[in-house]
């Protein structure tokens, strides 16, 4: 029974569920099944159900009224909405039929074509990390604003880590917007515009805090690139403003510091961190990633590291964050701790379903090498500096990089091959998400016979040995003996 359902969930899609959450709970409100398996979500609220109403998969709703801005002078404001709107992905197995949330049950739509505008696109959405931007209080004259604006954030999230070691991982997209008013909503002034995604500084009575409809922004995400996992509203006007939640981050985008409020708010949408400065109150609610509720901390990998240990207050009093004031989660900076920077490596991996993503011949095929060049090929993904390819026979290291030929080497049995990043950025048990395996190709060769030339043979010959076909210790072996060759016609 339990390999048929891991077979099921295999060959899955995701349902992606927009979820109303107030002080009376939770209502359902769309859903979209897209290809491939977008996110990995713990046990909760959301049933996926077949036909004849068995649970196949569940997934939990993080409370999307939490918003926060952090501040240019140190630590940040925080406040809890009335009401929020956020979009929640579960596993869709072939089998399902409906979803189930409280009492209310939906038939999810299929995905609409891509209506967004490609900056960089790497790969399929479904195997890559997908981050989209929105434009708010972009008038009608503003438009090549909004994409310059786009240009500028992302030039500079492309030069920070990790996002610099993984551009090659990232898609980025742009929606265009036209608002009737430049510049956005004041509500701490009683100034109100009109605009495309109703955003407004002091949300909740907080100057700086810049939330937006949840409905209109998830509604154009929706409509434009539902697989999107980084939601970023460029918010049009010059005064120090933005928000992060679980949902979408806000960002203004006045001088320097508009790209680092873009940065840290995308680090709670995209990456899933905490604030590292505090609220000024206690919280039980479980613990993020650069968040802990033990006073050691939760990352004894990189205690010691530099400057990581474990300081009081991270988003609440009671939790301790990784280091005293060396992150973008705590004031505005350019860097991440080490905590979080291993943890936005592993939310790209985990955007990311396989690293080898085509090998030739497939493997499992057998390859007799013993009379032509035969190179086994694989093509990889991760990060941009290079990953380690290793090629292994029967647990012996017989080669490296993208390419291995069995021919000349004499090699014999069960080649498989091991594709990891060498990445000092992720240490403990996480390291597994950064390796994957291939293989394995039963391989027939011999070796070159060079013994015939008996030191008297022509550089023909030896090139009829067919040793320099690409090989590498066969093609390295074949030059060295032309080599030679050629340097005992000189002496003589
Ligand atoms: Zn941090």
């Known amino acids: 029974m339990l390999w048929i359902l891991l077979a099921a969930l295999a060959s899955a899609g995701t349902l992606r569920a927009t979820v109303d959450v107030n002080a009376d709970g939770y209502k359902l409100v769309d859903a979209v099944v897209l290809p491939g398996d977008l996110r990995h979500h713990k046990e909760g609220a959301i049933e996926v159900l077949d036909v004849d109403g068995t649970v196949l998969t569940t997934a939990s709703i993080p409370d999307p009224r939490l918003r926060s801005i952090i501040l240019p002078e140190g630590g940040g404001q925080t406040a809890v909405l009335e009401r929020g709107r956020i979009t929640v992905e579960v596993p869709w197995p072939n089998d399902a039929a409906t979803l189930r949330l409280n009492q209310m049950s939906l038939v999810p739509r299929p995905p609409p074509e891509d209506g967004a505008i490609a900056l960089q696109t790497t790969g399929p959405s479904q195997d890559r990390l997908d981050l989209i931007f929105l434009g708010d209080g972009y008038n009608v004259d503003q438009q090549q604003d909004f994409a310059e604006d786009v240009d500028w954030i992302v030039a500079y999230l492309l030069g920070i880590e990790p996002y610099n070691a993984y551009t090659s991982l990232l898609n980025i997209w742009r929606v265009d917007t036209i608002s009737n008013d430049s510049g956005v909503s004041h509500d701490e002034d009683g100034l109100s515009r009109d605009t495309a995604y109703d955003c407004y500084y002091g949300c909740a009575g907080i100057e ?285």
Do not use: K
Not at 302 to 331: K, L
């Open 208 to 492: 700086r805090l810049v939330c937006c409809d949840d409905g209109l922004v998830i509604g154009a995400v929706n409509a434009a690139l539902p697989a999107a996992e980084g939601v970023m509203v460029l918010i049009n006007d010059p005064e120090y403003g933005g928000a992060g939640g679980f949902n979408y981050a806000t960002s203004y985008v006045g001088e320097a510091d508009g790209r680092q409020v873009a940065a840290h708010e995308l680090g709670h949408s995209l990456v899933g961190l905490w604030d590292e400065y505090g609220y000024g109150y206690e919280s039980t609610q479980g613990e993020g990633p650069n968040c802990s509720a033990d006073a050691n901390g939760h990352w004894d990998d990189w205690v010691g590291t530099g400057p990581v240990d474990a300081f009081q207050e991270c988003s609440y009093v009671n939790y301790y964050r990784p280091t005293e004031n060396e992150c973008m989660m705590r004031s505005l900076s350019d860097d991440y701790c080490p905590v979080c920077r291993q943890e936005a490596v592993l939310s790209i991996y985990e955007r990311v379903p396989t690293l080898i993503t085509a090998a030739s011949p497939a493997s499992g095929t057998a390859v007799d090498a013993t009379d032509v060049a035969s190179p086994i090929e694989v093509e990889v993904i991760g990060a941009d500096s290079g990953m380690d390819i290793v090629w292994m026979l029967e647990g012996e290291e017989v080669g490296t990089g993208a390419s291995f030929d069995p021919h000349c080497t004499g090699l014999n049995g069960a080649l498989s091959v091991r594709v990891s990043d060498p990445t000092q950025w992720v240490r403990g048990p996480d390291v597994d998400v950064l390796e994957q395996s291939a293989g394995d190709w039963e391989i027939t060769s011999v070796p070159c016979d060079l013994t015939d030339t008996g030191g008297e043979s022509t550089v023909g010959e030896l090139l009829s040995c067919a040793c320099d076909s690409g090989s590498p210790a066969g093609g390295a072996l074949g030059w060295l003996l032309i080599s030679v060759l050629v340097f005992r016609r000189r002496r003589s």
